[in-house]
């Protein structure tokens, strides 16, 4: 309970006389300040008080980088099921199906093509509401299947992370994922193709360990966490406090892992301009 339980929405209600809807508003993750849906989709997610960029749905990042949204999806991988027979406060296969229900989506990433301002593009985004975008069999499965059609197609490939990292339920099979990624990504880059990874909040554990810091070009969201595991984990290893959002896209743009740093208004035409200069075209 907080006070826009207690206070704000009672006196709405007493206004227009009826039962006000629990999804009006977002609080900032950042400033805390509330935020009006409407207001916050309208601004592409980024709050307008003090510019954080909270997390973009897949759906919604599709139709911002891609020509009209028009995006023709590849069919999705289902992997392999529960292959420890994990359990923990749940059972794998329930938390599969319960992720499956809330986004509708049959695991972690959604692939396929399309142009982004006529560039012609295979994509792979990373949606966290499925089990925190976690990287099992399925993903690893449907990354290969992405950049092999963008190898047979001759397109660029575009990933966009947003993780938690490898998937725990799955154990080794999750981990093998990261040798698998890194070879599905040296085959594009083997036939010359442009590989480019737009890293947004979080993007860490096995999937930063892979994939995610290979590209060919490194485009970050302001503020995301980029990492490979926690900072307590870290400063209990080596027992030393580490510097202020060491783990930030502007730390890490200003010590060389990352390329550049990009408002989320500016992503199109900023993929735009350096797909051309990759690929030497206009479109």
Same mark, same amino acid.
């Given at each position: 309970m907080n006070w826009l339980t207690n206070f704000v929405r009672p006196k709405i209600r007493a206004l227009v006389g009826k039962d006000v809807p629990d999804n009006l508003w977002e609080k900032c993750s950042k400033c805390e300040q509330m935020i009006f849906n409407k207001e916050l989709d309208a601004n592409l997610r980024v709050c307008p008080h003090c510019g954080y960029h909270l997390r973009l749905g897949v759906n919604d990042r599709i139709k911002l980088l891609f020509d009209n949204g028009d995006f023709t999806r590849i069919k999705a991988s289902t992997g392999i099921k529960d292959p420890l027979e994990f359990k923990d406060s749940k059972k794998y296969t329930d938390r599969i199906k319960a992720s499956r229900d809330k986004t509708g989506e049959k695991d972690a990433v959604v692939t396929g093509f399309g142009r982004i301002d006529g560039h012609k593009t295979v994509a792979v985004f990373f949606n966290f509401d499925f089990m925190g975008g976690s990287m099992g069999t $399925?993903?690893? %499965?449907?990354?290969?299947?992405? @950049?092999? *059609?963008?190898?047979?197609? &001759? =397109?660029?490939? !575009?990933?966009?992370?947003?993780? &938690?990292?490898?998937?725990?339920? %799955?154990? /080794?099979?999750? !981990?093998?994922?990261?040798?698998?990624?890194?070879?599905?990504?040296?085959?594009?880059?083997?036939?010359? *193709?442009? =590989?480019?990874? *737009?890293?947004?909040?979080?993007?860490?554990?096995?999937?930063? @360990?892979?994939?995610?810091? !290979? &590209?060919? /070009?490194?485009?970050?969201?302001?503020?995301?966490?980029? $990492?490979?595991? &926690?900072?307590?984990?870290?400063?209990?290893? /080596?027992?030393?406090?580490?510097?202020?959002?060491?783990?930030?896209?502007? =730390? !890490? *743009?200003n010590h060389g892992m990352v390329d550049m740093v990009i408002e989320r208004k500016d992503l199109k035409e900023t993929l735009s301009r350096i797909l051309g200069l990759l690929t030497h075209k206009k479109y």
């Open positions: $399925a993903v690893g %499965e449907d990354f290969i299947a992405a @950049a092999e *059609l963008a190898v047979s197609k &001759g =397109y660029s490939f !575009l990933v966009v992370p947003c993780s &938690g990292g490898a998937r725990m339920q %799955e154990g /080794i099979f999750s !981990l093998m994922q990261m040798p698998r990624t890194v070879v599905a990504v040296n085959k594009v880059k083997e036939a010359e *193709l442009p =590989y480019i990874v *737009l890293l947004t909040n979080p993007t860490t554990g096995g999937v930063s @360990a892979s994939f995610a810091m !290979l &590209g060919d /070009i490194h485009i970050a969201e302001p503020e995301a966490i980029i $990492a490979f595991t &926690g900072p307590r984990v870290i400063e209990g290893t /080596i027992r030393e406090k580490l510097p202020e959002g060491f783990q930030k896209s502007e =730390y !890490l *743009l």
